[in-house]
């Protein structure tokens, strides 16, 4: 499919709203996929030093 301007590309024959949100809905869902274990590795990682500091101060 070839376009005739930037403008027809991102108007995608009419479909533009449906198309860019389904790849940002997309790329939103991989960024989350991605950023959640690694929240979630470091939220542990604080929760263990907590712990060890509590059983090192009794």
Not at 32 to 48: D, T
Request: with cysteine; charged share 20%.
């Amino acid at each position: 499919m070839s376009f005739a301007s930037f403008g027809d590309f991102l108007a995608m024959g009419h479909h533009g709203l449906y198309v860019w949100s389904a790849y940002g809905i997309c790329l939103s869902v991989l960024a989350l996929n991605v950023a959640a274990p690694i929240l979630a590795r470091k939220r542990y990682l604080q929760q263990e030093a907590r712990r060890l500091r509590r059983e090192n101060s009794k």
